[in-house]
């Protein structure tokens, strides 16, 4: 009886340890910036072409930083997109946001307006830029399109949120 006990108890045991190491789990929230001054330049043609890139790299929160071997799950669960500097009557006529080698693409048309707003991005491809991301740790944003005026200065800012589980 004792050893059935003692094995049971054993069983236990080794059946508690996974959970006790996914007790020592914690999540937090990241938010990642790229920003991008982007200056359109006049052409001889009526729709302006303009690109820039900026490096998305997960490393530069201190908290993913302090915890970047330990990281075990990464969700970007959203991503808001502030322009500004397009003048009056001025017409972003396409916008291209790519994350290169993530599989991460969104084309917008017809942007008149200086606002912040959260793009409409599917959960799949909000998955793949989060594996990416968690695989490699950084990429390249890649912003591209045309415009109806210029000269100009187009300011982008993409902010990428995510919530992080990660391991003491």
């Known amino acids: 009886m004792k050893k059935l006990l003692f094995v049971c108890s054993l069983a ?3 059946l508690l340890l996974p959970g006790c190491e996914d007790a020592l789990d914690f999540d937090f929230k990241a938010v990642f910036n790229s920003n ?3 200056d359109i330049q006049e052409t001889k043609t ?3 072409a303009f690109s820039a890139t900026d490096t998305l790299n997960i490393e530069d929160d201190e908290d ?3 915890h970047i071997d330990k990281l075990k799950e990464m969700e970007v669960t959203k991503v ?3 322009l500004t500097g397009i003048p009056e009557g001025a017409v972003i006529q396409q916008f291209n946001v790519e994350v290169l080698e993530s599989g991460f693409q969104i084309i917008l048309t017809d942007l008149t307006e200086n606002h912040k707003f959260e793009m409409e991005v599917s959960d799949a491809m909000l998955d793949l830029l989060a594996t990416y991301l968690f695989d490699n ?3 390249v944003v890649a912003v591209s399109g045309t415009s109806s005026y210029a000269p100009m200065t187009l300011g982008v800012k ?3 949120h995510t919530n992080i589980t990660a391991g003491l």
């Open 158 to 160: 993409l902010t990428w």
């Open 64 to 66: 993913i930083q302090k």
């Open 12 to 14: 236990g045991i080794f």
């Open 46 to 48: 009526d729709a302006y």
């Open 36 to 38: 991008l001054s982007i």
């Open 137 to 139: 740790h950084q990429s």
């Open 80 to 82: 808001e997109c502030t």
